[in-house]
């Protein structure tokens, strides 16, 4: 059984879903539940992952059920506009000679 490196917050989830299934009465809520058990399950493997239950890379698939390639792609765009600040950054101040 995994670590419990995030609390085993899937079991949360899933008692998340079983209220949300006890009280449904649109097909919103369904589809929101049927979404929340994929986020229980990429929370699971995750953890799993992070507890080294499973090998880095097994986690993957659940989580790109839920994430699309365009948010990855946005939050890979983000990090590297941040990398790039920090390295212009530091290349001025090297320029500069403010490094120590």
């Keep these: ?8 917050a899937y ?19 369904r589809a929101f539940a049927e ?3 994929k986020v229980s399950k990429a929370l699971h493997d995750l953890e ?10 097994d986690e993957v698939e659940s ?9 990855e792609l946005a939050h890979t765009i983000e990090r590297a506009n941040i990398v790039l ?4 950054d530091c290349l001025e101040r090297v320029e500069h000679g403010k490094v120590n």
Aim: hydrophobic share 40%; aromatic share 6%.
């Design 11 to 29: 079991f949360r989830v899933n008692d998340i879903v079983d209220d949300i299934k006890r009280q449904m009465t649109t097909p919103l809520h």
């Design 63 to 71: 989580i790109r059920a839920i994430v699309s390639p365009q948010e």
């Design 48 to 57: 799993w992952m992070f507890s080294g239950d499973t090998k880095p890379g």
């Design 1 to 8: 059984m995994g670590g419990g490196n995030l609390n085993h």
């Design 85 to 88: 600040a920090e390295l212009k």
């Design 35 to 37: 979404h929340l058990l």
